[in-house]
């Protein structure tokens, strides 16, 4: 089970890992580098999204391909088989 994280820190730790793992409600983490890559994958069951977006902090730009994958029956990991 995933946990909320409620209160601003650090998103990362000094040698590069990811402070805590969970998620937010509203944006709380701090980020002190100049780049960085998002990567969203969605599964609802019956619909699935995986998307790709390049940030650059510095220049304050965000780059995300317009090619992104929806699936109509969700995402096919192979479990269950």
């Known amino acids: ?17 990811i402070t805590q793992e969970g ?17 969203t994958f969605s599964d609802l069951g019956y619909a699935g999204l ?3 977006c390049f940030v650059d902090v510095k220049h304050g730009l965000l780059l995300q391909p317009e090619d992104q994958l929806y699936a109509r029956r969700g995402l096919d ?4 088989r």
């Not at 946990?3 to 040698?15: A, F, T």
């Not at 998620?23 to 990567?39: D, E, L, N, Q």
């Open 50 to 52: 995986m998307a790709l």
């Open 1 to 17: 089970m995933q946990r909320e994280i409620s209160r601003e820190m650090e998103l990362l730790q000094e040698d590069g890992r």
């Open 23 to 39: 998620y937010a409600r509203r944006p709380v983490w701090r980020y002190r580098r100049g780049a960085g890559v998002t990567i």
């Open 77 to 80: 990991t192979g479990r269950g």
